[in-house]
Nanobody
Framework: QVQLVESGGGLVQPGGSLRLSCAAS????????MGWYRQAPGKQREMVVM???????NYADSVKGRFTISRDNAANTVYLQMNSLKPEDTAVYYC?????????WGQGTQVTVSS
């Protein structure tokens, strides 16, 4: 089993920045891919970025050049640095971890971009 705990959401003005954190615990050695999804009101959950243990990353086109994922393997934590935030980035952000045969989700953290 893997447990994921997110932190770092909040309210920010357009053009501002936030950093999200996701701390993993439990069977962390079994995690192969980790990253972030988001879900805006009335919309489907969508991938923001995922990264492999080897460092390969895949960003959604909508966040390329603005968001950066980083990974601290020693602390079993991934971070999402979000810059130049836009109102359309408003959503609940979920951390996700994949093992060989299972997916795990965090509880979500709200990000609101508004003036």
């Amino acid at each position: 089993q893997v447990q994921l705990v997110e932190s770092g959401g909040g309210l920010v003005q357009p053009g501002g920045s936030l950093r999200l954190s996701c701390a993993a615990s439990g069977s962390v050695f079994s995690i192969s891919v980790m990253g972030w999804y988001r879900q805006a009101p009335g919309k489907q959950r969508e991938m923001v970025v995922m990264t492999t243990r080897g460092g390969s990353t895949n960003y959604a086109d909508s966040v390329k050049g603005r968001f950066t994922i980083s990974r601290d393997n020693a602390a079993n934590t991934v971070y999402l640095q979000m810059n130049s935030l836009k109102p359309e980035d408003t959503a609940v952000y979920y951390c996700k971890a994949n093992t060989l045969n299972k997916e795990y989700w965090g509880q979500g953290t709200q990000v609101t971009v508004s003036s």
